[in-house]
C-alpha cells in the first residue's frame, strides 16, 4: 500500500471515530435532556399532588341534612382554623341534630344551632349555646376594610389577627352568630341568603361557603329542623 493510500485510510479511521465520538455525545446529551425532563415532569406532579393534598387538609367538607334537601358546606381552615374545628367537633357529637332554625330573614339569613330551640318553648331560642364561646377570626385587612373602621372596631375590643384569609359576608357565606359583643360564639351559626352583607364583615367570622342546596337555604322557615350535620372526610 502506498503512502498516499495509507494516508487516505487514516482519514477514513479517523473519520469514522470522529462520527463515533459525536454520536456517543448526542446520545449523552440526549441522555441527560431525558433526565433533565424526566426530573422537571416528576417535580411538577409532586408539587400538585402536594398542593392537592395541603388544600384538602385546608378544606372540610359538611353536610347540614333538612327535611327540605341538604346543604353542602366548604368551610376552609385557613380563614378561620378554630371556627371550622368547633363546628366540626360539634357536629360529630352530635349537637346539632334535631336544632331547629330559630331565626330566618326574608332577603338576609337563616339561623341556627341553639340547643334551647329543640324544645317546644319558642321564648328562649337565640340565646343558648355550647356552655363555652370561642374567639373571633378576623382579618380586616383581607376583607380591604378601611383603616379607620379597623380602628373604630378594635376600640370596641374587637382582636385581628392578619394572617387569616377572611372571607367577605356574601350570598351563600356561612358564618359564627354571636351577642354583638367580641368573641361571644359558640355554636350559632347563620347563612346568608339572597343579598350580599359586606357591613357584617370585620364583626363575624366567616368561615366558608355553601357549595350546593342553596336552593335549600332559600326554602328554610322558621322552625324547620336539622336532622343532621355530617362531616365529609
Do not use: C
Amino acid at each position: 500500500m502506498g503512502k498516499a493510500q495509507k494516508l487516505k485510510e487514516q482519514r477514513k479511521i479517523e473519520r469514522i471515530n470522529e462520527e463515533a465520538g459525536k454520536s456517543k455525545k448526542r446520545k449523552k446529551l440526549e441522555i441527560i435532556a431525558a433526565a433533565i425532563i424526566l426530573v422537571l415532569v416528576l417535580g411538577a406532579v409532586a408539587f400538585f399532588y402536594f398542593t392537592r393534598i395541603s388544600k384538602e387538609k385546608d378544606i372540610v367538607m359538611a353536610t347540614i341534612e333538612t327535611d327540605k334537601g341538604n346543604i353542602d358546606l366548604e368551610m376552609d381552615k385557613k380563614a378561620a382554623p378554630k371556627t371550622v374545628e368547633n363546628f366540626v367537633k360539634l357536629a360529630q357529637e352530635g349537637f346539632y341534630d334535631g336544632i331547629k332554625f330559630h331565626r330566618v330573614e326574608e332577603n338576609f339569613v337563616i339561623q341556627a344551632g341553639d340547643p334551647l330551640s329543640k324544645d317546644d318553648d319558642p321564648s328562649n331560642d337565640g340565646s343558648g349555646g355550647p356552655g363555652y364561646v370561642i374567639e373571633d377570626e378576623i382579618n380586616p385587612k383581607a376583607l380591604s376594610l378601611p383603616e379607620e373602621t379597623i380602628s373604630q372596631l378594635q376600640s370596641l375590643g374587637y382582636k385581628f389577627d392578619f394572617s387569616l384569609k377572611s372571607i367577605s359576608h356574601r350570598v351563600g357565606v356561612i358564618s359564627m352568630a354571636n351577642t354583638g359583643q367580641p368573641n361571644s360564639g359558640g355554636s350559632q351559626f347563620f347563612i346568608i341568603t339572597n343579598e350580599d352583607q359586606p357591613d357584617l364583615d370585620g364583626r363575624y367570622t366567616a368561615f366558608g361557603t355553601v357549595v350546593g342546596g342553596m336552593d335549600v337555604v332559600r326554602q328554610i322557615k322558621q322552625g324547620d329542623i336539622i336532622n343532621k350535620v355530617t362531616i365529609n372526610d
